[in-house]
């Protein structure tokens, strides 16, 4: 098993920046790539980025692209989302994810889910 353990979520007003942080514990190994998505009160999860342990290849939503970035620490087994420009629409709890193989899109492909971190972006 792996478990994923989120932080760096809070209240920011828009135009700010936040980094959210997500930790890798047990059989990382098992793990190729992880990422974040998040969802918003009465909306559908939605996919925000990910990232691969095996080359780092990264993929980005367009709603954040050039303003969110992902990154990797292979040592520490942890993966960060670097939040700029964040906008009221950002406002999600957003939740780290792994899974073995390819990245995905896709949230029912991924095997491991984070207990999610808020973000609440103020206008």
């Known amino acids: 098993q792996v478990q994923l353990v989120e932080s760096g979520g809070g209240l920011v007003q828009a135009g700010g920046s936040l980094r959210l942080s997500c930790a890798a514990s047990?059989?990382?190994?098992?793990?190729?790539?992880m990422g974040w998505f998040r969802q918003a009160p009465g909306k559908e999860r939605e996919f925000v980025a990910v990232?691969?342990?095996?080359?780092?290849?990264?993929y980005y939503a367009d709603s954040v692209k050039g303003r969110f970035t992902i990154s990797r620490d292979n040592a520490k087994n942890t993966v960060y989302l670097q939040m700029n420009s964040l906008k009221p629409e950002d406002t999600a709890v957003y939740y780290c994810?792994?899974?073995?193989?390819?990245?995905?899109?896709?949230?029912?492909?991924?095997?491991?889910w984070g207990q999610g971190t808020q973000v609440t972006v103020s206008s």
């Open positions: 990232s691969t342990w095996s080359d780092g290849s990264t």
């Open positions: 994810t792994g899974k073995s193989g390819s990245p995905s899109d896709k949230g029912s492909l991924y095997d491991y």
């Open positions: 047990g059989r990382t190994f098992s793990i190729n790539a």
